[in-house]
């Protein structure tokens, strides 16, 4: 039976010290096509080289791809929230008639649900229009 356990098993261990010798000598080799001029690599006999435009465009690309992905990301979670008038943004009962218990001096207060209204006048009505104080605590 196989436990699940953090700790990685022998052969697991292998391959990631496996991957991490591999990646280590790939990324030698990325540098000494990058820095290494061409003239001397034709003179060992390694003659099949991509172009040294190459060795800058691929990451740069890579990064840009990874900078347009976290602003698509960013941008399609701001799409798909609701709106503040949304019928989406209403709790149930349930929600509404959470206990009012205090907790213990120092203790973990119980997990409650703030509603929309209390979040949207605790940030962003100035505290000089705001007719009654929002009470902000866990209790």
């Not at 290494?36 to 034709?42: A, C, D, I, N, S």
Request: charged residues 15%; negative net charge.
């Amino acid at each position: 039976m196989v436990e699940n356990s953090p700790s990685p098993v022998p052969e697991r261990a292998i391959y990631g010290f496996v991957l991490y010798l591999g990646s280590q000598f790939g990324f030698f080799l990325y540098c000494l096509w990058a820095f290494v001029p061409e003239e001397w690599l034709h003179s060992v006999g390694l003659t099949y080289w991509p172009q040294k435009y190459w060795a800058l465009a691929v990451p740069i690309y890579l990064l840009v791809a990874l900078l347009i992905s976290l602003v698509l990301l960013f941008g399609v979670n701001l799409s798909i929230t609701a709106p503040l008038d949304s019928v989406d943004n209403i709790t149930d009962v349930y929600a509404r008639g959470q206990s009012k218990e205090t907790c213990q001096k120092g203790g973990i207060p119980r997990i409650k649900d703030f509603s929309i209204s209390d979040v949207n006048k605790m940030f962003y009505l100035s505290p000089k229009l705001q007719k009654e104080p929002v009470e902000v605590g866990f209790g």
